[in-house]
């Protein structure tokens, strides 16, 4: 979404900057963007097909590698039935244009039950409480950080991650300005991140405790008479149910749980509920964990009792230039949840998805319905899903494995042919997707900047002629899927995006890719505005404080408050993402790998005294599903009784063939993580709070 500007001498990129001239970005650039040079000149990024043998990778046409994916799926569908082929769609494909505007195509034509993706790996319990609360699941709450007073951060450090849910180039200059302007932002987190350290305030909590501690803060602000739901308060349904359950949980009840003194929640609640413009705001740290869905909606839940919702300052709503709510007339979307459920656990299906976690399993068990042949687009889910090890394991069993993918990675090394798309400088540009997550209503269109290298193909080629060979039924419907793909390979992605802007909110104002085109820097569509009730899309056209499904999920939190004991606890394990790495794809550029270690284990000193590690030991951390070994690094940036480590790392695999990343090791969190911990009412996984063990490890041959 940063708007970049890349100088090139014939066809060899020279330099890349920010472009000072945006719209939105504003000249911000973070170190991603500058190795996309890296990734455009890797020579480990495939070009062309290629197929495993006995011998290695062999270089096949487009025609073969068609060909082989097609009778590879089909014959595991005939064999074993359509489920028995899963998919998984990784991170990428909402970045991509072309990519999400064809995988919807490709998806459809294998008509699986076993479909996946990272939804639920990260934002999933997000689109539960929109969907049940406001009736879409993409109506997601957007802080209005350019004019809020107070930022209430829980579990989210944009410093690192840009923002996110919260689409916000330069996020460290935004929230310098809030500070400038005279407001606060208070961050809660099991670690003193780098948005922490920004921060008028910063509370460690325990990991997987935010629910407990909203429900304290509604507690506070109902005792004291500080709700103040205002306008968007006539349009909610359930504030006396709010008011009775939030009396349940008195800040002193939470704070063994939270590991919050009463007095901080009171402060928090007290100057949350008083200030006009303000917002809580609550990313991975909170869907990620055991009470994701919990969490999500009672964050929503406090911005609605105190009068911080669709309004200036507050959560707000965006209107992006390309809808991703459908209108009120076509959409008949809401209780898309829990329709089937997994083979062997019974998790719930969301938006026609099954839980990533229990995807190793839907593998590895016998029986009807395993599956047995898989299909990935840009997704990594051997380093980037629960209990990884697990389902590297499961994938030598596939019968078949198609890959959608430009690296030969952790996970793409098991498949029997790839697909590469070309790279991400050789195509058309529009966030559809992100754009609709910002913090300002802008659009941009960027064209590819280098033709597509002659026998390469772009993700919506590939995805378009495999959902077409994949279509079956009569030869009616067959003729009809080529006609199509002979139509939309016509109109292109650019013709695509052209009829959706077209559609769009922006259509009197002549919003058009090649208006767009004329407008390189990007357009502002100016601030967010209030969008309700015209954006809700429940039935009744209000907002539902109570749904269901939370408040019956309310008895399990009850439970995990009971049972939290003072003093000596064990260790538990959270995240962490950095500025110069990207989920698990991109330390093959050595631009991001390089300088001091990043795959450490971060340890509070006294934990680190109590087990007699020092600084720089090598440890070994165990969890119920493996071991790995790290670094450490003893630091009191955590809260005492919490470690963590990043994830994405650990590449040095047999079969991976990313030089750089391979040599820069470490080791995947994700080997430790656990594919049986999820959100119980989601399904999302629970990568907060993994109970582990650490000691002394074997001391690496320099060390001795
Ligand atoms: N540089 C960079 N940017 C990225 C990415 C990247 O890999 N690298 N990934 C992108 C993606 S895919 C996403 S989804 C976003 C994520 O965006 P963010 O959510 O902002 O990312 P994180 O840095 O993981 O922040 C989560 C925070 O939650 C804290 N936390 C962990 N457990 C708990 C808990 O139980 N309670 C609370 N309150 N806090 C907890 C962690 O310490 C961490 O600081 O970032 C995006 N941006
Ligand atoms: N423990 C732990 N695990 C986590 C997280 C965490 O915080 N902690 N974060 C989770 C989150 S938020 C996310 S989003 C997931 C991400 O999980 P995934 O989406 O599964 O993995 P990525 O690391 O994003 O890998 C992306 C893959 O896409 C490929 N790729 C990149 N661009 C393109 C493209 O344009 N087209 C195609 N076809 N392929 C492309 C890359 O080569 C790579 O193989 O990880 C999750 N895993
Ligand atoms: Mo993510």
Redesign the pocket.
Known sequence: MCGIAIETNQGRITGIRGDALDAFSRGHICPKAVALQDLHDDPDRLRYPVKRTASGWQRISWREAFALVERGLKQVQREHGRDAVAS??????V??LG?SMFVPRLLKALRTKNRYS?TS???LPHHLAAMWMFGHPLLLPIPDLERTQYLLVIGANPVASNG?LMTAPDVTKRLKDIHTRGGRVVVIDPRRTETAELASAHHFIRPGADAALVLALLHVIFAEGLERPGSTGDLTDGLADVRSIAARYSPEQVTTFTGMSAEAIRTIARDFATTNQAVAYGR?GVS?QEFGALSCWLITVLNAVTGHLDVQGGAMFTRPAVRVVESRRTYRGAGRFGRWKSRVRGLPEFAGELPAAAMAEEMDTAGTGQIRAFIT?????V????NGARLDQAMEGLQFYAA????I?E??RHAHVIL??V??LE?EQYDVVFHAFAIRNTAKYAAALFPKPSGTKH?WQ?LSELATRMTDGSLGKKFRARIEHAIVSCIGVRGLLNRELKRGPYSAEKLSVRMLEQNPHGVDLGPLVPMFPAALRTTNGRINLIPSALTADLPRLDAAIATAAPGARGLVMI?R?ELRS????MHNSERLVRGKRRCTLFMHPADAAQRTLSDGARVAVRSRTGEIEVELEVTDAMMPGVVCLP??WGHAREGVQLRVAAAHGGAS??DI?DDQRVDALSGN?A?CGVPVEVRPGTPTPSAT
Request: hydrophobic share 25%.
């Open positions: 998984y769609v990784g991170n990428p494909t970045h991509s990519a990272a790996v990260d934002q996110s991975i990620t687009h840009a997704g990594n889910p380093l980037s899903t629960p959608i993918d430009f690296y990675n996970t793409t590469p798309p790279g991400p195509r993700d590939i995240g993402r990207n989920n698990s794809w994830h994405g969190l994700n993580t996984a990568f």
